[in-house]
């Protein structure tokens, strides 16, 4: 491609729209223009990338056996309403992009496409004898995201690889997964990216397995927590790790002490001289579920820890049902104004104990009467540990469950932190690293297959649901998350593999006969040997082509300048910055032998 011939637009200035480097890198290079809040065009530069990313994915599906279909985007609301997910999706989460056509008939336009593909699978699957079958797709995905940012990280419209696979049994599904995990790291390996796969939450489908990819970048959203012999990594909405060892507590008998202006943990224990390891913290949350029902939840838990909402999210999740509710579309600490809703007197907020009374709630239609009482772990092997005394200005010492207070229901949420002892091997810390979430992999067992009587024949003659996975990944995010992982302040640096291009010939004065001949017959060989090839003919002045190549960071630069009288061109890696003279006839095969290592890599 000739740039003269090329919409190539660059900017010298960083947009103001875009917050991290990789965002603003891809604007300023020319590769993608906001239209609209998450919302983008993918200009020819950035296309060239998607296509790169796409196939890479679509070779390691390929190679599972897995089969490419393209599903429909507009998607009736009654598949939804069969899943159960059509009021979740449209209004309490609200996620996805509902419509009506004009016949007044309602559609979504697919987030995801779990419900079209069960269909599928419900008609045209029949037997065992056709199981197991993989079926996935490379397309756009439209999610209304609350906050649609960082570019392409964001949006909400975006390119998707996902793929569902049906098996027979549990042990069918755990082989398909275990496919998928591989083309997954294949994947991402032959892009070129630094990554760790971890453990991720699943919410609140019991039992379901699921792995999540993280491609390694400070910028991005999600905590990876990992240990140093590669035993263990999990995202730490999910991880686990076993606590410091509580201090012995320096109370010996039960009684009240008056422990004025003491709300937080720190200033109890300056006041009453003991570690935060010896008090019950007592955390007061507010539920709502999609059925309007409010519900109040306490969770204690030791004083020294943090309550992981992610956990707490599964767990008032799994309550739902005993509050006639699905899902939950809210969960807050209550403040000041929340708390008029539903509480009949001020709370004694910072001096809670476990057995506050329900009294503290007037309840109504709209809220359950009684406090969901629940345990961290913990806390569950405290001894006479410090407590509030539910009075402003006073605290319990010396507390013991099934004495003072009765224990309520055991759970784990707990947030686990980088300089835990790992549970595997306790000489193992937790490391920290932060990573953007690239792909998904999750086990969904028979979820789908059953609300939506999906099932087939199985050898003994018997109707059974399928095992059902699915597998997301990210192209559009993946492309720019390869940014974010690789850029130095001139611009971009593209892992070979998904490159734009490959080279980028740049003629230093394109007055120069002798420079555009040998540009001219370099660019002819270059790509008739499959290197892709940019030919910067633009009649500007040698330094703003260098400075636009390395911006839109093709990984190799050839120069027809001055070594041009030596039959030579200089050859310059961006990544490197290192410059040779290599003779032209030795451009091409010296290239080629580059670019294969790296793609080899
Ligand atoms: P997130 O937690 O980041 O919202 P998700 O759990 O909703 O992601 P999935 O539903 O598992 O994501 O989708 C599969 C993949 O699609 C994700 O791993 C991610 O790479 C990508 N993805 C999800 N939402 C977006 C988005 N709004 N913009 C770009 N890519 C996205
Ligand atoms: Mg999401």
């Given at each position: 491609?000739?740039?003269?011939?090329?919409?190539?637009?660059?900017?010298?200035?960083?947009?103001?729209?875009?917050?991290?480097?990789?965002?603003?890198?891809?604007?300023?290079?020319?590769?993608?223009?906001?239209?609209?809040?998450?919302?983008?065009?993918?200009?020819?530069?950035?296309?060239?990338?998607?296509?790169?990313?796409?196939?890479?994915?679509?070779?390691?599906?390929?190679?599972?056996?897995?089969?490419?279909?393209?599903?429909?985007?507009?998607?009736?609301?009654?598949?939804?309403?069969?899943?159960?997910?059509?009021?979740?999706?449209?209004?309490?989460?609200?996620?996805?992009?509902?419509?009506?056509?004009?016949?007044?008939?309602?559609?979504?336009?697919?987030?995801?496409?779990?419900?079209?593909?069960?269909?599928?699978?419900?008609?045209?699957?029949?037997?065992?004898?056709?199981?197991?079958?993989?079926?996935?797709?490379?397309?756009?995905?439209?999610?209304?995201?609350?906050?649609?940012?960082?570019?392409?990280?964001?949006?909400?419209?975006?390119?998707?690889?996902?793929?569902?696979?049906?098996?027979?049994?549990?042990?069918?599904?755990?082989?398909?997964?275990?496919?998928?995990?591989?083309?997954?790291?294949?994947?991402?390996?032959?892009?070129?990216?630094?990554?760790?796969?971890?453990?991720?939450?699943?919410?609140?489908?019991?039992?379901?397995?699921?792995?999540?990819?993280?491609?390694?970048?400070?910028?991005?959203?999600?905590?990876?927590?990992?240990?140093?012999?590669?035993?263990?990594?999990?995202?730490?909405?999910?991880?686990?790790?076993?606590?410091?060892?509580?201090?012995?507590?320096?109370?010996?008998?039960?009684?009240?002490?008056?422990?004025?202006?003491?709300?937080?943990?720190?200033?109890?224990?300056?006041?009453?001289?003991?570690?935060?390891?010896?008090?019950?913290?007592?955390?007061?949350?507010?539920?709502?579920?999609?059925?309007?029902?409010?519900?109040?939840?306490?969770?204690?838990?030791?004083?020294?820890?943090?309550?992981?909402?992610?956990?707490?999210?599964?767990?008032?999740?799994?309550?739902?049902?005993?509050?006639?509710?699905?899902?939950?579309?809210?969960?807050?600490?209550?403040?000041?104004?929340?708390?008029?809703?539903?509480?009949?007197?001020?709370?004694?907020?910072?001096?809670?104990?476990?057995?506050?009374?329900?009294?503290?709630?007037?309840?109504?239609?709209?809220?359950?009467?009684?406090?969901?009482?629940?345990?961290?772990?913990?806390?569950?092997?405290?001894?006479?540990?410090?407590?509030?005394?539910?009075?402003?200005?006073?605290?319990?010492?010396?507390?013991?469950?099934?004495?003072?207070?009765?224990?309520?229901?055991?759970?784990?949420?707990?947030?686990?932190?980088?300089?835990?002892?790992?549970?595997?091997?306790?000489?193992?810390?937790?490391?920290?690293?932060?990573?953007?979430?690239?792909?998904?992999?999750?086990?969904?067992?028979?979820?789908?297959?059953?609300?939506?009587?999906?099932?087939?024949?199985?050898?003994?003659?018997?109707?059974?649901?399928?095992?059902?996975?699915?597998?997301?990944?990210?192209?559009?995010?993946?492309?720019?998350?390869?940014?974010?992982?690789?850029?130095?302040?001139?611009?971009?640096?593209?892992?070979?593999?998904?490159?734009?291009?490959?080279?980028?010939?740049?003629?230093?004065?394109?007055?120069?006969?002798?420079?555009?001949?040998?540009?001219?017959?370099?660019y002819t060989q270059l790509n008739e040997a499959g290197i892709e090839t940019l030919f910067d003919d633009r009649n500007e002045r040698a330094g703003v082509k260098f400075k636009d190549a390395d911006l839109i960071g093709i990984p190799y630069r050839i120069v027809t300048g001055r070594s041009l009288k030596e039959g030579k061109v200089e050859v310059v890696e961006r990544a490197t910055k290192k410059s040779q003279d290599i003779a032209i006839d030795e451009?091409?095969?010296?290239?080629?032998?580059?670019?294969?290592?790296?793609?080899?890599?």
């Open positions: 491609m000739r740039l003269s011939n090329m919409l190539f637009v660059t900017l010298r200035e960083d947009p103001a729209e875009a917050e991290i480097p990789s965002h603003k890198l891809l604007v300023r290079a020319g590769y993608i223009r906001r239209i609209g809040s998450g919302i983008y065009a993918y200009l020819p530069l950035m296309w060239r990338v998607l296509q790169k990313v796409s196939q890479i994915v679509r070779e390691e599906m390929n190679a599972t056996g897995a089969q490419e279909c393209l599903l429909p985007q507009l998607q009736p609301a009654d598949l939804w309403r069969e899943s159960e997910r059509w009021d979740t999706y449209t209004k309490a989460e609200g996620i996805m992009f509902a419509l009506k056509d004009r016949q007044d008939r309602e559609l979504g336009l697919g987030p995801t496409h779990e419900e079209v593909i069960t269909t599928i699978a419900r008609d045209m699957i029949r037997s065992y004898r056709q199981l197991p079958i993989n079926l996935y797709q490379i397309q756009t995905k439209f999610r209304d995201e609350i906050r649609p940012r960082f570019g392409l990280m964001r949006g909400r419209e975006f390119i998707m690889k996902d793929a569902y696979s049906f098996d027979v049994d549990p042990e069918g599904l755990e082989q398909s997964y275990q496919k998928m995990n591989q083309a997954y790291h294949n994947m991402f390996r032959r892009s070129g990216l630094a990554f760790r796969a971890v453990e991720a939450d699943s919410g609140a489908i019991g039992g379901s397995r699921s792995q999540e990819f993280m491609i390694l970048a400070d910028a991005g959203e999600d905590e990876v927590l990992y240990t140093e012999d590669g035993k263990y990594s999990a995202n730490t909405e999910k991880a686990v790790s076993l606590p410091p060892d509580a201090e012995p507590s320096p109370f010996t008998t039960y009684e009240k002490r008056e422990t004025p202006n003491t709300p937080t943990i720190e200033t109890v224990c300056q006041f009453l001289k003991c570690s935060p390891t010896n008090v019950l913290k007592n955390v007061l949350y507010q539920v709502v579920y999609d059925n309007g029902m409010t519900v109040l939840v306490l969770v204690s838990i030791r004083g020294d820890q943090d309550v992981n909402e992610v956990k707490l999210f599964n767990e008032i999740t799994a309550a739902a049902e005993q509050y006639n509710a699905k899902t939950v579309i809210a969960l807050t600490v209550p403040d000041a104004n929340s708390q008029q809703k539903w509480a009949s007197k001020p709370l004694p907020l910072g001096y809670i104990a476990p057995d506050i009374s329900d009294d503290y709630i007037s309840p109504s239609k709209e809220v359950a009467p009684q406090i969901l009482r629940l345990v961290d772990k913990t806390a569950v092997e405290l001894k006479n540990f410090l407590t509030g005394a539910n009075e402003s200005g006073y605290h319990v010492v010396g507390a013991n469950w099934g004495e003072q207070f009765q224990l309520p229901r055991v759970v784990d949420v707990r947030k686990a932190k980088a300089g835990d002892r790992a549970i595997h091997d306790p000489s193992q810390t937790l490391q920290s690293a932060r990573g953007i979430e690239a792909g998904h992999i999750f086990q969904l067992g028979t979820k789908y297959s059953q609300s939506m009587g999906a099932t087939y024949t199985s050898e003994s003659g018997e109707e059974l649901p399928f095992y059902m996975g699915c597998y997301g990944v990210g192209v559009s995010r993946v492309a720019q998350a390869a940014v974010e992982q690789s850029y130095d302040k001139d611009g971009i640096i593209w892992p070979v593999a998904i490159a734009p291009y490959h080279a980028i010939i740049s003629v230093p004065n394109v007055g120069d006969a002798d420079q555009m001949a040998a540009a001219q017959k370099l451009v091409m095969p010296t290239l080629k032998q580059w670019i294969d290592t790296a793609l080899k890599a």
